[in-house]
């Protein structure tokens, strides 16, 4: 399948810090990346989508404005956590389709598991 | 919105065993998707089914894709201790965008040797 590389897979910050996550497609262009939320031992919550030069799609009750989202290229997209809180410690992980893979199916990324302290 | 129920929520189960979960849904899905996760890592795509009454087999795994398009199983043969991990359906409904997926509470899978 085709390769989606997540950055960084752990990170620690104080409260009231941003903290900036990368998706990268390794292998294909990626017109679609998806950022979601998981709690522990629970499913994937989706925060918003994103397509490549255009601004993401927010699910409700997703703040636009806390979760701010790039898709400047085709290969790569940014999730930052602005002004972070403790509330915000939980595990993000990204997704990404092409139009030039068979179906358009999603690849993840590693996750990256956020602290907040 | 779209729901899918997946169960059973957890299994226990002895290496060896034959292993069966499913998802089910309100509505029609044009495409199902099996996904493991590791503790800390992304889901990892296992199949992918995209015609109604689709049987689809890869390595001890094997998924259908239910006839009425609102359901789909997974079955795991003959379990082994990297089995263990959190099984999620997902489903793709009709009309969405491309690779906006559903997906299923998950099936926390223990396997003991």
């Known amino acids: 399948g085709a390769v989606v590389s997540q950055h960084p897979s752990r990170v620690i910050c104080k409260s009231g810090t941003s903290v900036k996550i990368e998706c990268r497609s390794l292998d294909f262009q990626a017109t679609t990346m998806f950022w979601y939320r998981q709690f522990p031992k629970k499913s994937l919550m989706l925060m918003a989508t994103?397509?490549?030069?255009?601004?993401?799609?927010?699910e409700q009750g997703v703040e636009k404005d806390k979760f701010l989202i790039n898709h400047a290229s085709l290969t790569l997209s940014t999730l930052t956590v602005t002004s972070a809180h403790p509330e915000d410690s939980s595990f993000y992980i990204c997704?990404?389709?092409?139009?030039?893979?068979?179906?358009?199916?999603?690849?993840f990324g590693q996750g990256t598991r956020l602290t907040v302290v | 919105g779209q729901q899918l129920n997946q169960s059973p929520q957890s299994m226990f189960i002895q290496e060896g065993e034959d292993v069966s979960m499913n998802c089910t849904s309100s509505s029609i899905f044009n495409t199902w998707l099996w996904y493991k996760q590791d503790p800390g890592e992304g889901p990892v795509l296992l199949i992918a089914?995209?015609?109604?009454?689709e049987l689809t087999s890869n390595g001890r795994l094997t998924a259908q894709f239910g006839i009425t398009r609102k359901d789909s199983f997974l079955n795991i043969s003959a379990s082994i201790p990297s089995d263990v991990g959190i099984y999620f359906c997902a489903g793709r409904p009709g009309g969405t965008s491309y690779g906006k997926l559903t997906f299923g509470q998950g099936t926390i899978l223990t396997v003991h040797p």
């Open positions: 997704s990404a389709s092409g139009q030039s893979l068979m179906n358009t199916e999603a690849f």
């Open positions: 089914l995209y015609k109604a009454g």
């Open positions: 994103s397509n490549e030069g255009s601004k993401a799609t927010y």
